[in-house]
């Protein structure tokens, strides 16, 4: 009895130094997740060390924010694909036991990474996820933090309305919950969503509207920052300095935009913000070339586009897309063209990336119907069993059944082809079609120039490229917002499309450039044909935002002949539509360098 209670007490003993060990861990754990904001290298080192404890240990929920901890500070660092696979391990840990506080929380942290990397759709699942979980546990500090993620998410997806819901329950939470850094945070995403608003009111052509918006905006901002220094929170002080030049940038402010910007690229640079810095050195070039300081522009631009290797897609097309403006500023046409090529491979690349996220969802839906034949199948099972057993038992009534069940079974195997049929048109037909425009894509034209090339080696026969640009088109983006710019270019496709032959090809071949396969045309006959839609398509002014748009072509043609590869005809065109805007826009001109000015004019 005695050695009984001697190892009864042992194990008491024993079971608590455990659950000590493991509360210390747990701590350490968050202590390290800190360390993002302040020294995300020294929290990797940490952490993996860390992670190595609590494994030994046999800590479960020490593990868990170990990882969640880990991919925190990855994250912060740039190594976003790592902070994943942490995020995903510790959920994988934690599920087991239930939907948890802690669950929640690295379910939140996880959909940040998600949304950083542009993944909306499942950044706001896993928030919505978090955000349910708190809710049913009446967690109101980790529901407001999760609420101003998702109004973030919406505001970027332009979901105004959800956004400025999720953001004020946010504000509400946090000052419930009396939590300066999140309040602060919110004000940070205030200030975004009334930019993006104003955005809006741009594109509708309220000037003033907006710019009151953005003067908001920088208050929301410069306020956040002065708390977030206050509370020695580097990264929000980055971020919320890094906005406020934005918005004087937006403002036309650029001397006053020039210190923000230093100011968060030291901040960033302290935090080992890698994507961070990326965007410092592209927010002070974006302030330098209206100030025509281009040797600083170009140096900043070097930083970025040295850090933005194998980064974010989006990252990387607005390092490009700043080139562009900065040797054209410089007036260098053969640089700018080149870096306009390398701009629209990357339009490309994001192209693809949209692509694959429809064909994603295609098949999403088509697992879903797989899904529900494979349970209507073994309902059909079922029954079959039953009406087996009824024959027994009545041999007249089974037959007749019986052949009810081969009527059936032929419909349902004729209705899943027919879906298989329908799944795989979609897949091909999204992948070589154009989401905005719905004309052929990059990928869907080149299908058919190829096509082109073998019926023109069979028969002898030429065939022209042409490659249109929108005259102005940056301007109207600029103007009046990306909003106005996608239906504008909608517009004009629909013109090209009703004043093409009916044998031609338009395509969206990147960005705001069209490309036209003309069958069985020599370069002079494409140049006529272009002139004339040309004339067309300028005849009647487009209306967008209540504003009308006299709308010109500047046009590049090339011939294919069999001597030279596809892509050198192509890029004749191309070089002769950018020889076309160096030299007055609105215009044809051919690879040969003949051109016919003034399409516009019938």
């Keep these: 009895m005695r050695r009984l209670a001697v190892a009864l007490m042992l194990f008491a003993t024993t079971t608590a130094l455990h659950a000590q060990d493991c509360a210390e ?19 990797i080192a940490a952490a993996e060390a860390g992670l190595d404890r609590a494994r030994a240990a046999g800590c479960v929920e020490a593990e868990a924010e170990m990882h969640a901890s880990l991919a925190d500070n990855l994250n ?9 696979e942490h995020y995903r391990s510790a959920v994988a840990l934690l599920e087991p036991l239930g939907e948890t506080e802690q669950l929640a929380a690295v379910l939140r942290r996880e959909a940040i990474t998600h949304a950083g990397a542009g993944d909306y759709t499942t950044a706001v699942a896993r928030s919505l996820h978090a955000y349910r979980i708190s809710i049913a546990l009446g967690d109101e500090s980790e529901a407001a933090m999760t609420a101003g993620n998702l109004g973030t998410m919406y505001s970027r997806l332009q979901d105004f309305e959800r956004a400025r819901e999720y953001l004020e329950l946010a504000h509400q939470g946090f000052i419930a919950a009396g939590n300066r850094v999140s309040a602060a945070g ?10 993006r608003q104003a955005d809006g009111l741009v594109a509708n052509g309220d000037a003033d509207g907006a710019r009151a918006l953005r003067e908001r905006a920088l208050a929301h901002n410069l306020d956040a920052a002065r708390q977030f220094e206050e509370m020695d929170h580097l990264r929000g002080l980055s971020m919320a300095v890094s906005n406020a030049g934005v918005a004087y940038n937006l403002l036309g402010d650029h001397d006053a935009a020039l210190p923000l910007h230093h ?14 810095r990326a965007t410092s050195h592209l927010h002070l070039a974006q302030s330098y070339i ?23 897609l989006m990252l990387q097309g607005g390092v490009a897309e700043k080139w562009v403006e900065l040797e054209e500023a410089r007036d260098r046409p053969a640089a700018a063209l080149e870096r306009m090529r390398s701009l629209n491979r990357i339009r490309d690349q994001i192209a693809a990336a949209d692509h694959q996220s429809r064909v994603a969802e295609i ?8 899904q529900a034949a494979r349970i209507q199948r073994l309902q059909h099972h079922q029954e079959i069993s039953t009406l087996r057993l009824q024959r027994q038992r009545a041999w007249l009534t089974g037959g007749t059944i019986l052949v009810a069940l081969l009527v059936l079974g032929l419909a349902t195997v004729l209705g899943w082809q027919r879906l298989a049929r329908r799944h795989t048109r979609d897949m091909e037909q999204a992948a070589r079609t154009d989401e905005l425009t719905g004309l052929a894509n990059r990928r869907g034209a080149r299908d058919r120039i190829e096509y082109e090339v073998k019926r023109a080696r069979r028969s002898g026969k030429p065939f022209a490229l042409a490659v249109l640009d929108i005259d102005g088109f940056k301007a109207i983006n600029d103007q009046h917002g990306h909003e106005a710019g996608d239906q504008l270019l909608v517009a004009v496709a629909r013109r090209i499309v009703s004043a093409k032959r009916q044998q031609d090809t338009v395509a969206r071949w990147g960005g705001d450039e069209l490309l036209l396969l003309l069958p069985e045309t020599d370069e002079a006959g494409a140049m006529v044909l272009a002139r004339k839609i040309g004339a067309k398509l300028s005849a009647t002014p487009i209306r967008i935002h209540d504003a009308l748009h006299t709308v010109t072509l500047t046009v590049g043609v090339s011939q294919y002949w069999p001597s030279k590869t596809l892509d050198e005809c192509i890029r004749a065109a191309d070089d002769a539509m950018y ?8 215009k044809v001109v051919s690879s040969r360098g003949e051109n016919l000015p003034g399409i516009s004019d019938p």
Excluded: W
Aim: glycine residues 12%; negative net charge; hydrophobic residues 30%.
């Design 186 to 195: 919110t004000g940070i995403n205030l200030g975004s969503l009334l930019m």
């Design 579 to 586: 020889r076309g805007k160096k030299t007055g826009k609105d």
């Design 25 to 43: 861990l747990f701590a350490d754990a968050e202590r390290i997740g800190g360390l993002r904001d302040r020294d995300s290298a020294g929290g």
């Design 76 to 84: 912060v660092a740039g190594r976003r694909d790592e902070s994943i």
């Design 263 to 276: 100011r968060a690229l030291e901040v960033r640079q302290r935090v080992g913000d890698h994507d961070g």
């Design 290 to 312: 209206p100030l025509e300081r281009f040797d600083e522009a170009e140096s900043h631009l070097e930083t970025a586009s040295e850090l933005v290797v194998d980064r974010s």
């Design 363 to 370: 098949q999403a839906r088509y697992d879903s119907a797989e």
